[in-house]
């Protein structure tokens, strides 16, 4: 088949290498215009992993602030983007990642951050899994790992004006069912392209809403973003089943995960706006409760 703009061979959506490029990033920016993300003198925090959906968006902030650069005067790249990144603890997988991503941040001209579970909470991911038990605590590894992933993210972003995250329709379309199951009206708060302006909390936005995980993958493929493919040993459980589900109902019925995610954004004006509208007494960050969940977490598993 060829591209529906030129003679060269289709790859992707009906497009040549090319032209899928130019599409995937006047997608991306479209997205961050139409929901004003980027205000001209922002600073964002990008949270990066050294996998290929975060080294995409790094990839393609790098190039809109060097085009804002050269269309007006504003301050340089280096200053107003800061890659951000938790390491776990995960040996074999994060340390691998995280190396191939200095060599990235460094070759961009790009500030990299890491801030690691071990140093924050007193032990690497491998031990806290090593030590919990898991079948009667309730909690999945992935489950620890997002709490205290997402405290490390908000944390150490406070200062920039916002948080930019590699999240795509995929991403949001499991999210979205998951939440609606788990009945966490918080959760789905935080869903949508960019959040609300929250005191303590770092307005999150997303540029790769409307992209398909897919299109992301071959973004990346193209631009050589991609890490040599490593999974991590933890991945499995219930989002693997949910991921599993949707991706079969896409198959027969085209365009659902798009659906969904427009129709939650319809409800989502309707839901009342949540806040944390206390502190943490032990750290000080926003939480429902008086201790946050991270606190609850460090001293119930880790102290162990
Ligand atoms: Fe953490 Fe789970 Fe992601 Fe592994 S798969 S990095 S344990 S959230
Ligand atoms: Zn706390």
Excluded at 254 to 266: M, Q, S, T, Y
Aim: charged share 30%; glycine share 4%; proline share 3%.
């Amino acid at each position: 088949m060829r591209c529906a703009l030129c003679s060269e061979k289709a790859v992707i959506n009906n497009l040549c290498k090319t032209h899928f490029i130019e599409w995937f990033e006047r997608k991306a920016l479209k997205t961050i215009k139409d929901f004003n993300m980027i205000n001209d003198e922002d600073r964002i925090a990008v949270a990066v992993s050294g996998g290929k959906d975060s080294n995409a968006l790094l990839w393609i902030l790098n190039k809109y602030y060097n085009q804002c650069n050269q269309s007006h005067t504003s301050k340089k790249t280096e200053n107003r983007i800061v890659a951000i990144a938790v390491d776990e603890g995960i040996r074999g997988y994060r340390n691998l990642l995280l190396k191939n991503l200095k060599e990235f941040t460094n070759k961009l001209g790009i500030a990299l951050r890491v801030y690691s579970f071990e140093q924050e909470f007193g032990k690497p991911l491998d031990k806290i899994i090593k030590k919990t038990d898991f079948k009667n605590s309730g909690l999945k590894p992935c489950s620890v790992c997002g709490v205290f992933r997402r405290y490390l993210l908000n944390k150490h972003s406070k200062g920039f004006d916002k948080l930019a995250t590699a999240h795509n329709l995929d991403d949001e379309a499991q999210s979205i069912i998951m939440n609606i199951f788990s009945g966490n009206k918080q959760l789905l708060q935080r869903i949508g392209p960019i959040t609300s302006k929250q005191p303590g909390m770092v307005q999150r936005i997303k540029p790769f809403y409307f992209l398909k995980e897919k299109e992301v993958a071959t973004y990346s493929f193209f631009n050589k973003l991609m890490p040599s493919f490593k999974e991590c040993p933890y991945a499995y459980g219930y989002r693997s089943k949910i991921v599993e589900l949707i991706n079969n109902l896409e198959v027969s019925k085209p365009g659902f995960k798009e659906n969904i995610v427009k129709a939650f954004l319809k409800l989502k004006q309707k839901l009342p706006e949540q806040s944390f509208e206390n502190y943490c007494k032990r750290c000080g960050e926003p939480s429902s409760k008086e201790i946050c969940k991270a606190c609850e977490m460090v001293e119930k598993i880790v102290k162990k």
